[in-house]
Nanobody
């Protein structure tokens, strides 16, 4: 089982910045895409940004130019640098990763989620 643990959430004023981290652990053979999603109360979970093992990134239109996703493959960690935060960015942010693991002695694909970290932006 691959575990993802997020950190770095909190309360910030509009215009401020936060940096989220997510570390993957377990019997990991490889990690393909890592990403960040968010879910505000009453809303569906939505994609924020993703990054492939080769460094190709993809962003939601609402965060382009303000958020930057990056990863450290040696540490199995993905980051989300969030600048110029807005009240509408308030949500629980979830980390996601997919790839190959060893489970019960054999290779198996995984698609894992973290437990989420709260980001609150006050106006």
């Amino acid at each position: 089982q691959v575990q993802l643990v997020e950190s770095g959430g909190g309360l910030v004023q509009a215009g401020g910045s936060l940096r989220l981290s997510c570390a993957a652990s377990g019997s990991i053979v490889s990690i393909n895409t890592m990403g960040w999603f968010r879910q505000a109360p009453g809303n569906q979970r939505e994609l924020v940004a993703t990054i492939t093992s080769g460094g190709r990134t993809n962003y939601a239109d609402s965060v382009k130019g303000r958020f930057t996703i990056s990863r450290n493959n040696a540490k199995n960690t993905v980051y989300l640098e969030m600048n110029n935060l807005r009240p509408e960015d308030t949500a629980v942010y979830y980390c996601n990763a997919d790839g190959l693991q060893v489970r019960n002695g054999v290779y198996a694909n995984y698609y894992s989620w973290g437990q989420g970290t709260q980001v609150t932006v006050s106006s």
